[in-house]
């Protein structure tokens, strides 16, 4: 049988792994955000030709005609991704999902800038992301509305954005919610 001096000792333990491993997690999102403009600026280092030939692949730019500019345009996808992605999995507000949006947009740029690289970039493609949104907005109403009707229930602000703020879960914890 454990003893309450026992038990005090694994909890503080226990905290103490959880603070250290939300430090390290921190610290590591933290460092991917502030190097981000050394991963646009990465582009710099492609040569300004129609063929980049490196040891672990060949690119050839076939629409720009130059290895530099697409990496440029790549990168122009990327890094807004990237952040956004992080942003997704840190935020703890109640509208979080609305983010899903623009990485969709982000994604479908990405993936367009690099497999076709012959349609120019930024296009209307707002037909693409309507089933997304279809879901994603209504949904977002509805979580205000709710919010709106407790309102009326003498909850205040903060009481009513604990209640609808998401706890941290980890990465594979939101990605086991869509998935």
């Known amino acids: 049988m454990m003893t309450t001096h026992n038990k005090l000792t694994n909890q503080n333990l226990s905290r103490r792994q959880t603070a250290r491993k939300n430090l390290v997690l921190g610290s590591l999102v933290a460092t991917l955000i502030a190097i981000t403009p050394f991963i646009f600026y990465s582009y710099e280092s492609v040569p300004s030709t129609p063929t980049w030939d490196t040891f672990l692949f060949t690119f050839e730019s076939k629409f720009y005609q130059d290895a530099n500019a697409a990496a440029w345009v790549l990168m122009m996808k990327f890094v807004p991704l990237l952040l956004l ?5 840190t935020c703890r507000h109640w509208w979080y999902h609305a983010i899903l949006v623009p990485i969709a947009m982000f994604s479908f740029q990405l993936v367009s800038a690099y497999a076709h690289e012959t349609d120019p970039m930024d296009e209307f493609h707002t037909i693409y992301l ?3 949104m279809a879901i994603i907005i209504p949904s977002i109403y509805l ?37």
């Not at 992605?85 to 999995?89: G, K, L, M, P, T």
């Not at 594979?172 to 919610?177: M, S, Y």
């Open 85 to 89: 992605f992080v942003w997704f999995f």
């Open 130 to 132: 309507l089933p997304m």
């Open 143 to 179: 979580i205000r509305a709710k919010m709106f009707n407790k309102m009326n229930a003498n909850k205040s602000l903060q009481e009513l954005e604990d209640e609808f703020t998401m706890r941290p879960k980890g990465i594979l914890g939101k990605l086991k919610d869509y998935f």
